[in-house]
C-alpha cells in the first residue's frame, strides 16, 4: 500500500513538474518566434501559465507591464493569489500573478506549491529578459534609421558642397570682371550702375 502511495504521489509530483517544463519551453518557443510584438508574447504567455498550476481548472493568470494588464478572461482578484515582480534592469516594471477562484487546501505558500513559486519566478525572469532582447532590438532599428537618416543627410551635404563649388566658379569669374570694368576710366555711367548691381 504504501508503494503505491509511493508510487502515485511520485508520478503526481512527475506530471506537476512536466506541466511546469511545457510552460517555460512554451514561453520559450514564443520569444523565439521572429516579427512577434511585446504585446502578443505576454497576451501568449498569459494562455500557458494556468496549465502549469496544480488547479489548472480554477487558475487564472495577470501580466501587468508598465501600466497595461494583460489577463486570463474572467480574471479579477483573489484571496488565493501567487505573484512575483518583473525586474527590467533592475527596476520593477511590473508583476504576474495567478490566482485560484477557489479555495484548495492549504501548501507551501496558501494553496501554492514552492515548485510553483520557483515556476513563478523563473517566468518572471523570462519576461524580463524578453522585454530587455525587445528594447535591445528596437534600439537598434532606430539606430539604422539614425545611421541612414545621417547618411542621406551627408551625402545631401556633399552634393550641396558640389553644386556651390559648380556656382561659385562661374561666379567669381563674373564678380572679377565687373570688379575690373568698373576701375576702367572711360566707362559711361548707366553701365557703372549695371556693374554695381553686378
Not at 512527475?14 to 497576451?43: D, H, M, N
Not at 558642397?161 to 555711367?189: C, D, M, Y
Amino acid at each position: 500500500m504504501v508503494d503505491e502511495q509511493l508510487s502515485y504521489s511520485t508520478k503526481a509530483a512527475l506530471a506537476e513538474r512536466v506541466k511546469e517544463l511545457t510552460c517555460l519551453y512554451g514561453i520559450a518557443q514564443i520569444a523565439g518566434e521572429p516579427g512577434i510584438s511585446l504585446e502578443e508574447i505576454i497576451q501568449r504567455i498569459i494562455e500557458l501559465l494556468p496549465p502549469a498550476w496544480q488547479y489548472p481548472e480554477i487558475a487564472l493568470a495577470r501580466i501587468k507591464y508598465d501600466g497595461a494588464s494583460y489577463t486570463s478572461p474572467g480574471f479579477r482578484e483573489y484571496h488565493n493569489k501567487q505573484t512575483a515582480d518583473i525586474f527590467v534592469d533592475g527596476m520593477s516594471r511590473g508583476t504576474i500573478d495567478i490566482v485560484y477562484t477557489q479555495e484548495k487546501p492549504q501548501a507551501d505558500e496558501g494553496p501554492f506549491l514552492k515548485e510553483e513559486r520557483n515556476l513563478i519566478d523563473a517566468v518572471a525572469k523570462q519576461v524580463a529578459l524578453i522585454v530587455e532582447r525587445k528594447q535591445a532590438e528596437d534600439d537598434k532599428l532606430k539606430l539604422h534609421a539614425q545611421l541612414r537618416h545621417a547618411d542621406r543627410l551627408s551625402t545631401i551635404g556633399m552634393l550641396a558642397a558640389g553644386v556651390a563649388h559648380e556656382l561659385n566658379e562661374p561666379l567669381g569669374n563674373i564678380l572679377g570682371f565687373a570688379q575690373l570694368a568698373k576701375k576702367t576710366p572711360r566707362v559711361p555711367s548707366i553701365v557703372k550702375r549695371v556693374i554695381e548691381k553686378i
